[in-house]
């Protein structure tokens, strides 16, 4: 085990030390899981006191199984509907649910996840044979919930991943009503990479005297993902994207944008130019999402063309590269991004274009994840002409600093010579003593604190 992962794992620990009964450390065997991670090691023991807890972790760190254990070691697989976990997106409700499945296939506990998208025809089947263990978007559970489908009385635990983000301004009304239709004591658990001091006071008015766990071990996945950025200019970054995926051919690379439209035309550009890409965001229809998703977990597809809808919900381990096209502002969603590469154990490539106003954007970056990220440039790559509407916007703000310059000199007015008379090193910097007051003076303008 690499210094890495000695940074992640607690190795003093198994989890058969946890306290785990043997039905759920036969879905851990399976997978090949021996010692957990801090974060885990830390949570489980406590959750399954009964305790309501809040936990802190990096991405990467395994919070899903930190929060999914003890469910799955105090649920009663006989008993529907008893554990409620709310997430964001639904490519995260997917691969929640399906790690939790996974995770309990010895405990026979079995999870169902509900999101929009997808005909609520199909889930409504599903929910019928009451799954211990509910994963779901919050419109799609109030939806299941009107419809008298989803009995929130019977919830005796309540799980929400990526807090942060579920009690962001977007989704607070929504949470606010489900919980609050809860059992009166839902045990409850909270789990996300960053808790603000806001989000941590929302948060602990919905739980019960909440333990708070923070671990400050390294990501796993971002510590095994070999990090770079390049220089470019923005009109360049399209011809540095091909250069770059036709010269190293990644096994899979997803390329994350800011906005919907630029992941469109990133794809067909791509495309264009005989590389296959395909597209996701929130635009979709979730049949398409569904199908792209299919094709990567299938080896079908080389490059995903995404926006950050994605970052928090795509679990596919032959991700090779991770592509920043835009830098995101939020450097905590840089750490997202590249955490879909460096699954498993293995190892990752991220690269990110930084153009030249984006300096402070990296800085955070780096200043977030405690690394230094080298600059890369590839000789062999020609940086194209400059646009001529980038030309005739700079020559417009060229002359529009000389002419503002021009007229703050006009209103100057001439400038009062200080003459040295009388030298005296002890009174005066310098010895110069001015003889007349400057030319440029406040005009007894200045703000005092007298009334």
């Not at 600093?401 to 100057?412: H, I, L, M, V």
């Amino acid at each position: 085990m690499d210094n890495s992962a000695l940074d992640t794992f607690d190795t003093t620990k198994t989890f058969a030390d946890l306290g785990l009964r043997s039905e759920v450390l036969e879905g851990l065997t399976k997978r090949g899981f021996v010692h957990p991670t801090r974060i885990q090691a830390a949570l489980i023991p406590m959750a399954l006191k009964g305790h309501d807890v809040l936990g802190q972790a990096k991405t990467g760190t395994g919070k899903t199984a930190a929060f999914g254990l003890p469910l799955l070691q105090m649920l009663d697989p006989h008993a529907g509907f008893a554990a409620l976990v709310l997430v964001p997106t639904r490519e995260l409700a997917i691969q929640v649910a399906k790690e939790l499945q996974e995770l309990g296939s010895f405990a026979k506990v079995h999870t169902v996840a509900v999101y929009g998208g997808q005909p609520i025809t199909k889930q409504i089947p599903m929910l019928e044979k009451r799954p211990s263990i509910i994963v779901g978007t919050p419109g799609r559970v109030m939806d299941l919930a009107e419809r008298n489908i989803l009995p929130f009385g019977e919830f005796r635990f309540a799980i929400l991943d990526e807090v942060d983000r579920m009690l962001d301004i977007g989704f607070r009304d929504d949470i606010r009503k489900i919980l609050g239709k809860l059992k009166k004591t839902p045990q409850t658990i909270f789990v996300s990479a960053t808790i603000s001091a806001e989000i941590e006071k929302l948060a602990r008015s919905y739980m019960k005297n909440p333990e708070k766990i923070v671990t400050f071990e390294k990501s796993l996945t971002v510590s095994q993902v070999e990090q770079s950025y390049f220089a470019v200019e923005r009109w360049d970054k399209k011809r540095l994207l091909l250069h770059l995926l036709k010269k190293e051919s990644p096994t899979l690379a997803v390329v994350f944008c800011r906005t919907k439209r630029a992941v469109d035309e990133i794809t067909e550009y791509l495309n264009k130019h005989k590389i296959p890409a395909e597209a996701m965001h929130g635009d979709m229809y979730q049949k398409k999402r569904d199908q792209v998703m299919g094709n990567l977990r299938q080896g079908n597809l080389s490059v995903l063309v995404a926006s950050d809808l994605a970052a928090r919900g795509l679990d596919v381990t032959d991700i090779s590269h991770v592509v920043n096209y835009d830098m995101p502002e939020d450097p905590e969603v840089y750490v997202h991004r590249i955490g879909r590469t460096a699954r498993a154990g293995r190892k990752g490539v991220a690269w990110s274009f930084v153009a030249p106003d984006q300096g402070e954007l990296l800085t955070s970056v780096e200043m977030l994840a405690n690394v230094e990220i080298p600059t890369t440039t590839y000789t062999d790559f020609k940086p194209g002409p400059v646009p001529s509407d980038v030309t005739a916007m700079r020559e417009h703000e060229a002359k529009r600093k000389e002419t503002a310059q021009n007229a703050r000199n006009r209103n100057a007015g001439p400038e009062v010579p200080v003459v040295a008379e009388t030298v005296d090193t002890t009174m005066f910097p310098d010895g110069i003593v001015p003889t007349a007051l400057h030319g440029r003076r406040m005009g007894g303008r200045s703000r005092t604190n007298r009334r």
